[in-house]
């Protein structure tokens, strides 16, 4: 039986910033769905929780719940939003690269749950009842959150589940930037590669 693939981006389609894209593989109504990183929207203060909370809503109501996101780097844009998905949906399996981990836990997920109280005061009072509930939802289980990312230090395939597998290949960038190359089984005799190269530098 041939499976079928979707692509629905969530963020980062007709804007800078704020990717989020999901591969979504459908064989006999049943389907699996791999997110490529879940970025904030950098440059727009108001849509950071608004965007977010639309985002995850979205993705649960017209889409299916990701069961693996594989986050290409450390940015914001690229992985802010990751303690909230986590979050929303508990059985998902995150893969990074360990620098990408060492860079989000002591940097840009801590100035994401900043961002939440900046907040208060500004433009953010319609969501503050919300705000401060996920504020300290997520400033208690960050290092819990934080200690689910399963770590990929080489540049071999792994299992994705059993619809395919996946790699990561360093893309220069920032520390622990990587690209996903994706092979995906559409029947007993083809596979399809996709390739997600986050950010990429060519210039070392
Ligand atoms: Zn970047």
């Given at each position: ?29 049943k ?12 440059n727009?203060?108001k ?12 993705i ?10 594989l ?46 109280r ?27 959150y ?52 986050g ?6």
């Amino acid at each position: 039986m041939t499976k079928k693939i979707y692509f629905c981006p969530a963020g980062g389609a007709e804007q800078i910033g704020m990717s989020c894209y999901n591969i979504i593989i459908e064989e006999k109504g049943k389907k699996f769905n791999v997110m490529l990183d879940c970025g904030w929207q950098v440059n727009d203060p108001k849509s950071k929780i608004v965007s977010l909370l639309d985002m995850g809503n979205f993705i649960r109501d017209r889409l299916i719940p990701p069961q693996v996101i594989l986050i290409s780097h450390a940015h914001a844009d690229h992985c802010a939003g990751l303690l909230r998905f986590i979050e929303e949906f508990p059985k998902v399996e995150v893969y990074a690269s360990p620098p990408t981990v060492d860079l989000m836990s002591s940097n840009t997920l801590e100035e994401f749950i900043r961002s939440y109280r900046r907040g208060k005061k500004k433009e953010y009072l319609d969501y503050k009842e919300e705000r401060d509930k996920e504020i300290e939802k997520l400033k208690n289980k960050k290092i819990e959150y934080i200690a689910k990312i399963k770590l990929i230090n080489d540049e071999y395939f792994h299992p994705l589940s059993n619809v395919g597998s996946f790699r990561f290949i360093p893309s220069g960038h920032v520390l622990g930037a990587v690209a996903c190359q994706i092979r995906l089984n559409i029947d007993e005799k083809k596979d399809i590669k996709i390739v997600y190269t986050g950010d990429i530098s060519i210039y070392r």
